[in-house]
């Protein structure tokens, strides 16, 4: 019998139980003295943006995933270097009224262009990453690529999309991919 499945959708939920785990979600602040030595805005090799989600605190469920990457990124040569911030937002569900997630989601947008517009122009040689998760994860594709329009019971307000030519858009390394595999 054959099967086939997404492994986007097998990863990710493996990245969600890894990082439920073990997340720095609460208390907050973060207790994580590892997570909490990786939180700066110092020029980096690698500086990963990080969007929290809903109702999450900083950085949610995203902090063994952020100690992977940096720990994967800066293994093989000691002369890199690697850290995060959290884009700053309100991160509200819709538990907090009909428009609540709209208007975070712009603000989650607004703020993290803001950012890495400040990052990038401080530390031009740096190579900026995106993570979100959730609610936040919707924000990393908007800082990306523009957002807006309707979501769930609200709409959402436009955001431009960075532009790959400038700083910070060309200091992205950008990977999309979604992959089938089939299973006998």
Not at 54 to 61: A, R
Not at 121 to 126: F, I, L, S, T, Y
């Amino acid at each position: 019998m054959r099967h086939s499945f997404n492994l986007s959708a097998l990863v990710l939920f493996f990245f969600h139980v890894v990082t439920t785990v073990a997340q720095c979600e609460a208390p907050v602040p973060c207790q994580d003295d590892e997570l909490n030595r990786l939180n700066t805005t110092d020029c980096q090799t690698y500086h990963a943006f990080v969007a929290r989600g809903s109702d999450s605190g900083y950085p949610g469920h995203l902090g063994n995933l952020i100690k992977l990457v940096c720990n994967n990124l800066t293994a093989s040569d000691s002369d890199n270097t690697c850290g995060y911030e959290n884009v700053v937002y309100p991160a509200n569900s819709t538990a907090w009224g009909k428009n609540a997630w709209c208007d975070s989601a712009t603000i989650g947008a607004k703020a993290g262009q803001a950012q890495m517009e400040d990052y990038a122009e401080r530390c031009p040689d740096a190579k900026l990453i995106v993570l979100g998760f959730s609610q936040g994860a919707s924000v990393g594709l908007d800082i990306l690529g523009g957002g807006g329009g309707d979501v769930f019971e609200c709409v959402q307000e436009d955001t431009p999309a960075m532009d790959r030519q400038t700083v910070p858009g060309k200091n992205g390394e950008y990977s999309f991919c979604s992959v089938e595999v089939e299973v006998e």
